[in-house]
């Protein structure tokens, strides 16, 4: 079976699937088994080499959806990160990463290369200009996010993949945000691929995990020190997430249509200033974004008008929950100025316009008019409030 030919239902439905040889069951054996032969066998197998058998066969799954040669499961989605970093950055290194990064891999990046002597810079914007710049003669990797945490900013992936190849710099993105279903990065140069599958690829708010995508000579590198640092995942919960992202291209499309016509009633509504969605053709990017994404994601921002305070808005929400993660099949909100970037300064959240009244708000999958019932019945409960308050 040629994974090239295959649609995309079809790659996430079938891909890395273990055929029950012995009962002939639908779905993929669970191999719990931390212990395997050693003798006379091809593989050796431990779950710390990131090669059980549940394991290696859904790594086939994330490679065939980010159309690489390789593919590895990790515990979690910084697992994924810090051994990619750690697996092509030493001592005496540099590396450019975009300014507005998840909160955990600029903690990473911030807290521990000091520890290794890794120098890193934060690019002052998205433009490719903003990368060129930030490169030293010791740059060895620069790491994008795109669209970016919250306020959905697009990065040129080519544009970077470009001016890094030139350069011989290795390229590395955090693909979270799109999920395979709306971005393949591979496509437009860039080397490796990181996912948190705690969101988009678990889908359903119950599952840690980690992914990366990459060619094999890459993964080889990648391999040698995750089986040192030992971020891999249990098999169960391998299982489960295979199981999860039999529905990945169902859902995230689903996502996507439901994010747009949030983004659309939300920038008609006269008590939203704004809306931040690269799917809306007033985002400032819509056209790098058509031109990279093959939808639009199910993640969008807005700010109530002045006046009508964020935290109670969220706190009169019905249906919609408010929440720390994302991209599960439930819409979620979170404030981010509370949360996520609740350790930075006014002055610095206000630089990157991350204002006290905005709103992150991850899209599911309910049924449209269900959402937009629960967002004006909101409103109109702080507005009563605030009325009988006076
Ligand atoms: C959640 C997230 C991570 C970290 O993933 P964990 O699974 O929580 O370790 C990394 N990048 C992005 C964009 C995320 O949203």
Request: aromatic letters at 8%; charged letters at 20%; glycine letters at 6%.
């Amino acid at each position: 079976m040629s994974k090239q030919k295959l649609g995309l239902n079809t790659i996430c439905t079938h891909v890395g699937e273990i055929i029950d040889e012995q009962f002939k069951g639908s779905v993929s054996p669970i191999y719990m088994s931390t212990s395997y032969q050693f003798d006379d066998v091809d593989v050796k197998r431990y779950p710390r080499y990131f090669n059980t058998p549940n394991q290696e066969y859904l790594s086939k799954k994330i490679a065939a959806l980010e159309h690489t040669e390789a593919g590895m499961i990790f515990g979690s989605g910084m697992a994924a990160v810090s051994t990619v970093f750690l697996a092509f950055l030493k001592t005496g290194d540099h590396i450019v990463v975009q300014n507005t990064l998840y909160g955990g891999t600029s903690n990473f990046i911030r807290e521990e290369f000091p520890k290794y002597g890794i120098e890193f810079t934060f690019t002052d914007g998205y433009e490719v200009s903003d990368f060129e710049s930030a490169i030293q003669p010791n740059t060895k990797l620069i790491h994008i996010e795109t669209p970016s945490n919250p306020l959905l900013t697009i990065t040129d992936i080519k544009g970077v993949a470009d001016l890094a190849k030139s350069k011989g710099i290795l390229t590395t993105i955090d693909n979270t945000f799109a999920s395979p279903i709306n971005q393949n990065p591979i496509d437009f140069g860039i080397d490796i691929v990181i996912h948190s599958a705690t969101k988009y690829l678990g889908g359903h708010s119950d599952i840690l995990a980690g992914a990366v995508a990459c060619s094999n000579a890459h993964m080889e590198v990648i391999w040698n020190v995750a089986k040192n640092l030992g971020g891999s995942l249990s098999d169960f919960t391998v299982w489960m997430l295979e199981r999860s992202m039999k529905t990945l291209a169902l859902r995230v499309k689903a996502q996507n249509r439901n994010a747009k016509k949030m983004a659309k009633f939300l920038s008609q509504h006269k008590d939203v200033k704004k809306v931040f969605y690269p799917g809306l053709k007033t985002h400032p990017q819509y056209e790098l974004a058509k031109s990279q994404m093959k939808g639009f994601g199910g993640m969008l921002s807005f700010e109530l008008v002045e006046g009508l305070d964020a935290m109670q808005f969220q706190k009169e929400l019905k249906l919609i929950k408010s929440s720390m993660s994302l991209a599960g099949v439930e819409s979620t909100v979170l404030s981010p100025h509370k949360t996520s970037h609740s350790l930075l300064t006014q002055k610095e959240r206000d630089s990157i316009g991350v204002t006290d009244n905005l709103i992150r708000f991850s899209v599911g999958i309910e049924s449209k008019q269900d959402l937009i019932n629960d967002i004006e019945q909101a409103i109109a409960k702080i507005k009563e409030k605030q009325l009988i308050s006076k």
